[in-house]
Structure formats: structure tokens, C-alpha cells
């Protein structure tokens, strides 16, 4: 099985995955101040904090360095058709014993109920059962973000359980539900696809 070292451009019908890089951090702190990405991926835990930007500084300095890593994936979703960046697709938590890997995703507004980020998802999927030779793939998704788990339940990810209360939004306590594909699970359904 091959480590996450090699950082590949992944091209659909509507986007293409390439590795992110320290010009990525601007477009993305705006996509991550957006209120709706980070209250569907729990990154604030209340109202107050949506639409605060991360520190500049730190974000080029993240996204300039998630290219010298092999123990995760960091691609930059971009928009074919407006060839803007607009969002992003990651593998990580990395378990090369268990051949498994997390998935997680966001999508900022300008890329949003149009299949970019189903089309993104089944790009990164593909490639980690396909050329990185993974047993399963996992993700987690929040309650209160059904529009994400039909995603994930379209392309074959099965719900494995729900982390009760696993965060608390404006006081609220909202479940976490964990779902994964398997290989075998992605072989039969790749072909639906």
C-alpha cells in the first residue's frame, strides 16, 4: 500500500482535485468564514463565532505545508466551469496497518447544490480504495447536516452508529453519525456510479 506522499490532481466533469497550496489560504479562509461551513462541520460551537476568519498567517502557513506530508491528503476542490476554488476534500487519520482512512470535505457557497461536492467525494473515494490500495473508508457527519449524509448514503457509505451529543452548538446538543465504505462495498457499487 502506498503512503499519502504522493499528492495527485483528480479531474471529473465538474471539478478537479489538486493539491492545495499556500495560495489556496486567502480563497479558503473565505470559504471557511462562511456560516453555514462552519456550523455543518462543528469548527465553532456557537452563533457568536460563525463568519470569524482564521488568522491569515496560519492558514498559508497550513495550507503551504500540506504538501511535504505523507501521512494525509489535502486537495483543493476546484469548480471546472469557473475554475475558482471552492472548497476542499481531505484524507486523514491515516492507518496504514488497517488500511483506513477518514474523509472529510467542505464546500464553501459559490460551489453548493450544483454535485461539485458528490462528484469530489467519489473522486477522493475512488482514489483511496483504487490507487491507494485502502480496506475502508470512514467519515463522520453531523445531525443536523442531512444534506451531506445523502451524499455519503448515495455513493455507498453506511451508517455504522451515532455518537450521542458529540457536540454543542448555541447549547444544543447535536448527535454524530459515523458511517464508512469498505472495499468490497466500493467495488460493488462503483459500478452504479
Not at 55 to 77: N, Q
Not at 82 to 95: I, K, P, S
Not at 112 to 134: C, I, K, N, P, S
Request: hydrophobic letters at 40%; glycine letters at 10%; charged letters at 25%.
Amino acid at each position: 500500500m502506498k503512503d499519502l506522499s504522493h499528492k495527485p490532481t483528480l479531474t471529473g466533469h465538474l471539478v478537479t482535485l489538486r493539491p492545495v497550496t499556500v495560495d489556496d489560504a486567502e480563497a479558503m479562509i473565505a470559504i471557511m468564514a462562511d456560516p453555514e461551513v462552519g456550523r455543518l462541520t462543528g469548527s465553532v460551537s456557537n452563533s457568536a463565532d460563525l463568519g470569524v476568519a482564521p488568522p491569515l498567517e496560519g492558514s498559508r502557513d497550513w495550507y503551504g505545508s500540506r504538501g511535504a506530508t505523507d501521512d494525509r491528503l489535502d486537495l483543493a476542490v476546484v469548480d471546472k466551469a469557473t475554475r475558482r476554488l471552492v472548497g476542499e476534500a481531505v484524507l486523514n487519520c491515516w492507518d496504514p496497518d488497517a488500511r483506513s482512512v477518514s474523509f472529510r470535505t467542505l464546500i464553501g457557497p459559490e460551489g453548493r447544490g450544483r454535485g461539485l461536492g458528490t462528484e469530489a467525494t467519489r473522486l477522493l473515494v475512488r482514489y483511496a480504495f483504487d490507487e491507494l490500495g485502502m480496506h475502508r473508508v470512514g467519515l463522520e457527519v453531523f445531525d443536523f447536516n442531512p444534506r451531506a449524509r445523502h451524499v455519503y448514503e448515495k455513493l455507498g457509505f453506511v451508517h455504522e452508529g451515532t455518537r450521542r451529543h458529540a457536540l454543542c452548538f448555541d447549547g444544543d446538543w447535536i448527535d454524530a453519525h459515523d458511517m464508512s465504505i469498505l472495499e468490497h462495498e466500493w467495488a460493488t457499487h462503483r459500478g452504479n456510479l
